[in-house]
């Protein structure tokens, strides 16, 4: 069944970013050029569709609620990617008043993407590591 | 097995539309991906998102009415596997050769977007509650224009007493020369194709499920695993049907006798009708909820009413 690791879905959420990640990813999604519907990729628009979790930004207060949420929301087995500094370590957020962060506090991260912001070309390699590390998911829980 | 079932099951309808189906939604995926100079999916990536889709868990949420969110998918689909069943192909299928197909298709088409209405107002989220509001205003709009397309048709195929056999407005477009080279039927030609855009959601007309906009994917917010592939392969299925509509319509040309080169004649001008649908995709951005419905209101309906002025004008002999 290793076919089906073939299509992953992508959802992406901002949680307090600078929107300069967002705008990275949005080059990997509408813009032409750089392209993972190569790798069988879509935006999906629902976190219940999603098989990979793009996160953006350090945690705000304000926003970690309804990251929790979808974290919830999304079906089993999935796979968590940190876009960015800000997920991975908070970046120059770090110990403000406001930010929860980083993301590892609520889920296992199971690939990072540093770089403030990363570039296109970082963020798919790391898709295609986050579709190598849902196929060994997909193989240990059958 | 008996012919039917098989026509039912395997060839025109079942297993070989909603193969088809995908791999024209893919192959829309892929043209959409070359005209932005990218490299786009697999021709067969429909298949495999359904596959997957089907080993996905589903979950189902607190408050949705359990029977009617698991089960409006089914409607849909009932509805376009029968009608994919029902229609002639010209000259690959007979279709069942009723009297009176064109009013059940006008019924039937109206299924899919029934199915979106169900299950996205019972999936108790209010995106899908905006979704199902924004469907339900633009469906009375376009099933309008195709009713009216229909019984422009009729009117013109039977000289003015209405005829409501598809087997015979094909019949007539072979014996008398195709719709499609007709002028007066040129205004309705563009309102079918304004319908198609319409009833696939392709991008100017996405109000209902954007995915990356304002109402993250609209009635299938809620969806997952079965459920949701059963929606995408209505919306297969769906291609497949319209394409058989626009050729029963207005070009039902076929190549000789033989059933495959027919079929292959078929699936070309489907690929037309699907390059034509990934050139508006790619290069048109979405309406906003009234303007879509504003336009739709204005532009489609006037064409369509144009041209059965033009077909009643010409009927009694004036033009």
């Not at chain 1, 519907?37 to 935006?43: A, D, H, N, S």
């Not at chain 1, 999906?44 to 979808?70: M, Q, W």
């Not at chain 2, 997952?224 to 050729?247: C, D, W």
Request: glycine residues 6%; charged residues 15%; proline residues 6%.
């Amino acid at each position: 069944m290793s076919i089906i690791t073939r299509s992953p879905f992508l959802f992406r959420i901002n949680t307090g970013s600078c929107n300069g990640c967002d705008v990275e990813l949005a080059t990997t999604a509408m813009i032409p050029r750089y392209d993972v519907e190569r790798l069988g990729c879509r935006y999906t628009g629902s976190p219940k569709h999603a098989d990979i979790l793009l996160v953006t930004g350090p945690i705000t207060a304000r926003s970690k609620p309804y990251l929790i949420e979808v974290l919830d929301e999304l079906p089993r087995p999935f796979v968590v990617v940190a876009i960015g500094t800000c997920p991975t370590s908070c970046g120059i957020f770090r110990d403000s008043y406001s930010i929860e962060g980083p993301l590892d506090k609520y889920i296992k991260v199971d690939v990072n993407v540093p770089g403030c912001p990363p570039r296109p070309q970082a963020i798919i390699d790391g898709i295609a590591k986050a579709i190598e590390i849902w196929k060994r998911k997909i193989r240990d829980e059958k | 097995m008996n012919a039917e079932i098989i026509n039912f099951l395997i060839f025109p309808g079942g297993i070989f539309a909603i193969l088809l189906g995908l791999i024209l939604m893919s192959v829309e995926r892929i043209l959409v991906a070359r005209f932005q100079r990218r490299v786009g999916p697999v021709f067969y990536q429909n298949i495999i998102d359904i596959i997957k889709l089907f080993n996905k868990e589903t979950l189902i949420p607190k408050d949705a009415k359990d029977f009617i969110f698991k089960f409006a998918p089914l409607f849909g689909f009932s509805g376009m596997l029968v009608l994919v069943y029902f229609l002639p192909i010209p000259g690959v299928y007979e279709g069942i050769k009723g009297n009176y197909d064109l009013i059940i298709l006008i019924y039937f088409m109206a299924l899919p977007a029934i199915s979106h209405i169900l299950g996205g107002g019972a999936s108790s989220s209010p995106y899908a509650a905006i979704s199902v509001s924004r469907e339900l205003k633009l469906m009375l709009v376009y099933e309008f224009v195709f009713i009216i397309i229909g019984l422009t048709l009729a009117i013109y195929v039977g000289n003015g007493s209405g005829e409501f056999s598809l087997k015979k407005i094909m019949d007539y477009q072979l014996q008398n020369g195709y719709f499609l080279f007709d002028w007066k039927l040129w205004p309705a030609f563009l309102a079918f194709l304004i319908f198609v855009l319409a009833t696939l959601e392709v991008p100017p007309f996405e109000v209902a499920h954007h995915n990356s906009a304002d109402i993250m994917e609209g009635y299938l917010i809620e969806y997952s695993g079965v459920p949701l592939a059963m929606f995408e392969i209505t919306e297969a299925l769906k291609i497949v049907v319209l394409s058989i509509i626009f050729q029963i319509f207005f070009f039902p040309s076929v190549m000789g006798d033989d059933i495959v080169l027919n079929l292959l004649w078929f699936i070309i001008k489907t690929l037309f009708l699907i390059i034509f649908i990934a050139l508006v995709h790619a290069s048109l951005a979405s309406f906003r909820a009234d303007q879509e419905f504003k336009f739709l209101i204005r532009v489609p309906v006037t064409l369509s009413l144009l041209s059965l002025i033009l077909v009643i004008l010409s009927i009694k002999g004036l033009i």
